[in-house]
């Protein structure tokens, strides 16, 4: 595939190995924000090529493993609703909620559609005019855009039984929340690449600026996470920590400033519920007026009961850094991708499920 | 879940555009890259171009990757 195979050189990628290497001198400790460089690192075994002296952590960056059990239990609260369709990215309905699964209400009669894409779900909005579609929105500022430009289509197409939940949850006021929780030191941050891709790499300044750690956004094919850690090697080294850029092809300074204005049409910042983290103010996004109208948390009044989480699950503390899967009892045993018991491990780009498929023999 | 891939246009008719992916056609849409053109590679997310590929900086990013390779 163009703009993928360059960029899985063998050849070049030991080159720079070797490189990284002479030049890493200083323990470093880097995390990688997003579950999609987590699988990129594990899938082309770079924890082991790396120097001994870099660690690498994963961070939050997984949308359905974030979603708190609160706001899951909400979707299926509005899944047991009469009339309503629930339309839902696939792994979302695979997580367990306090009692039930949107899998299992699906099972017991409820109408709930899994979709690649919201342009699905407007589709699913048309087709049944006499019944509420509710889209699950999960996703960062990838994905959000293109949910309020669902939004945007309805509104000109006077499409008025589509609904979205919204979870969607932005990306530098968690790094910020990580870091003054102070549990985890970090060295360097390796950015989210299409988060970036929508917001440009300047939301980040703060993170050098304030904190003094390294950060370099990263493309999602080996090479480009080996000039990613090249970089921060080189910032950490130097002593002379900012913002760089590993994948230019896909992202510029600035973002795409046509997505952050449809996101900031439809959208208002909000507080929001990390899973595992709780809380964390002007960190989510909430249909702004005019656009609440499509709100589903507006239209329906549901009670989805009191929350319990699952017994033995460290999926928060994986999601802060603290922990990793093998320090979960669940982990392989009780917990596995088949029969998850934490998000962590349904998400194809949970910590969980990405060391039970790929494993770590260098922790 | 913010996976995106490359995807080339083949297409385009208003907000929506035929595209190519490894051989496989799909409908997507363009309302979050209004400037995209036929012929154009786009970062492709859950049916929305996210932006369109620089092909200028990816031989760039590839220069230089060869360039830090070679000093090492």
């Not at chain 1, 999609?36 to 960056?61: C, W, Y």
């Not at chain 2, 849409?29 to 620089?54: C, M, R, W």
Request: glycine letters at 8%; a negative charge; proline letters at 7%.
């Amino acid at each position: 595939m163009k703009f993928v195979n360059e960029y899985r050189d063998p050849e070049l990628g030991r080159k720079l190995l070797d490189r990284i290497h002479k030049r890493s001198r200083k323990h470093t400790r880097l995390m990688e924000f997003c579950g999609g460089h987590t699988v990129a690192i594990f899938k082309h075994g770079l924890r082991q090529l790396l120097p001994d002296n870099i660690e690498m952590l994963s961070g939050p960056g997984c949308p359905v493993c974030v979603t708190a059990i609160a706001d899951l239990d909400r979707a299926i609260a509005l899944a047991r609703l009469p009339g309503v369709i629930i339309t839902s990215f696939g792994d979302m309905v695979r997580v367990p909620g306090s009692h039930s699964s949107l899998q299992q209400v699906k099972a017991e009669g409820a109408d709930v559609r899994i979709v690649y894409s919201v342009q699905d779900a407007l589709a699913i909005a048309r087709e049944n005019p006499d019944k509420h579609i509710i889209f699950i929105g999960i996703g960062f500022e990838t994905t959000a855009p293109t949910v309020a430009a669902s939004i945007l289509q309805a509104e000109e197409e006077g499409i008025n039984n589509y609904y979205v939940l919204s979870l969607h949850k932005i990306c530098p006021p968690i790094m910020k929340a990580l870091l003054d929780l102070g549990e985890v030191r970090l060295s360097g941050i390796i950015c989210p690449g299409h988060v970036s891709t929508i917001i440009g790499s300047h939301p980040y300044q703060f993170i050098p600026d304030e904190y003094g750690i390294a950060c370099a956004v990263s493309g999602f094919e080996p090479l480009d996470m080996l000039l990613a850690v090249d970089m921060l090697v080189n910032q950490i080294e130097t002593e002379q920590p900012g913002v760089e850029i590993a994948y230019r092809r896909g992202v510029k300074p600035e973002g795409n400033t046509q997505a952050v204005r449809l996101m900031e049409t439809v959208f208002e910042v909000a507080d929001a519920n990390w899973r595992g983290i709780g809380v964390v103010p002007l960190s989510g996004l909430q249909p702004r007026a005019p656009y609440d109208k499509y709100d589903a948390e507006k239209k329906f009044e549901i009670d989805p009961g009191p929350t319990n989480e699952p017994r033995g699950c460290i999926c928060g503390s994986i999601l802060r850094g603290v922990s990793t899967p093998l320090d979960c009892r669940l982990f392989g045993t009780k917990c596995t991708p088949e029969h998850p018991v934490g998000p962590c491990m349904v998400s194809a780009e949970g910590s969980c499920a990405t060391y039970y498929h790929y494993g770590d023999d260098n922790v | 879940m913010c996976l995106a891939i490359p995807a080339l246009i083949k297409s385009i008719e208003g907000q929506q555009a035929e595209a190519d992916i490894e051989g496989v056609s799909r409908q997507i849409s363009l309302q979050l890259t209004p400037e995209a053109k036929v012929g154009d590679y786009v970062l492709l997310h859950t049916g929305y171009a996210i932006s369109i590929i620089d092909p200028a900086e990816a031989a760039e990013t590839l220069k230089l990757l060869k360039e830090l390779s070679e000093a090492s």
